[in-house]
């Protein structure tokens, strides 16, 4: 087992292990699921970072995020930082449970694309800032399309009238709050990665091929859109609030994903 498949598993099932401690906690009130969860966490965030470490100090840091996998090492790595973040915040206790398995899954996704170089779109120094800045941007559009997710749970719960593990679980404003700011904080990254990457593709010799009709263009456009609309109407317009506003944070995940497939497996210009 070479150690990028290495680095593979242990994280992925580390987050897995964090995500299931806290069902644990929050159904049975286990003493020892916080601190497995914890620990686990850790343990997967610690051996990402050190794997990236690794990867700038031996092909720098250009070089390093050129390959896909070491671009989903960082958005895995994230997003369970993400995920402590909120299991150290007593208000979005539980949210941390999801957010642990959508590290999970991030982490395990890298096992497709292992080493595999994407596209060089631009032999340019500055262009590592568009994978960053898609990177950075995905991290918020997941954390908010999994609130999002938990708050239509915990209001499906509140309807119907499963009090008892309500009580255990994030309140709807807490989880309403934590989602609308992750979009707005989100949307504005997620722009500058768009306009880099169409700096990019202007620097390519190839340029005058049909790059509007690469599929990543074209679901990137269609979840800027999603997202401007969700920002505004999350700033200017208050009606866009709780179940509204969640169901359009998980159609904005939904995009991300597609995002991502899109990317690695039909895109010509990431290839």
């Not at 999801?98 to 032999?123: C, D, E, H, K």
């Not at 609030?241 to 995002?259: E, F, M």
């Amino acid at each position: 087992m070479n150690h990028e498949l290495l680095v593979t598993v242990v994280c992925g099932v580390s987050y897995l292990v964090a995500g299931f401690a806290v069902y644990l906690h929050i159904r049975g009130q286990v003493w020892w699921a916080n601190p497995v969860s914890r620990v686990a966490a850790a343990a997967a965030i610690g051996l990402n970072l050190a794997y990236l470490g690794r990867a700038i100090a031996l092909e720098g840091l250009v070089s390093t995020f050129e390959h896909s996998f070491d671009a989903i090492v960082l958005l895995s790595t994230l997003i369970g930082l993400v995920a402590l973040g909120t299991h150290l915040a007593p208000r979005l206790r539980g949210l941390d449970g999801l957010l642990f398995l959508a590290a999970g899954v991030v982490a395990f996704s890298a096992i497709f694309v292992l080493r595999q170089p994407s596209g060089v779109m631009s032999a340019r120094p500055w262009f590592i800032s568009h994978s960053l800045a898609f990177a950075v941007s995905g991290v918020f559009f997941i954390a908010g399309g999994v609130a999002g997710i938990a708050y239509l749970l915990v209001n499906w719960m509140l309807r119907r009238k499963r009090l008892a593990l309500v009580r255990k679980v994030p309140p709807l404003e807490s989880l309403e709050r934590f989602g609308r700011w992750m979009p707005i904080i989100g949307f504005p990254v997620f722009t500058y990665g768009i306009l880099t990457g169409l700096c990019g593709v202007a620097h390519r010799p190839d340029f005058a091929t049909v790059w509007y009709r690469d599929p990543t263009f074209l679901f990137a456009i269609a979840a800027w859109l999603i997202y401007a609309y969700m920002t505004a109407s999350l700033m200017y317009r208050p009606r866009i609030r709780g179940r509204r506003a969640a169901t359009l944070a998980t159609y904005g995940l939904g995009l991300v994903i597609v995002i991502f497939l899109a990317r690695e497996f039909l895109s010509p210009l990431h290839q």
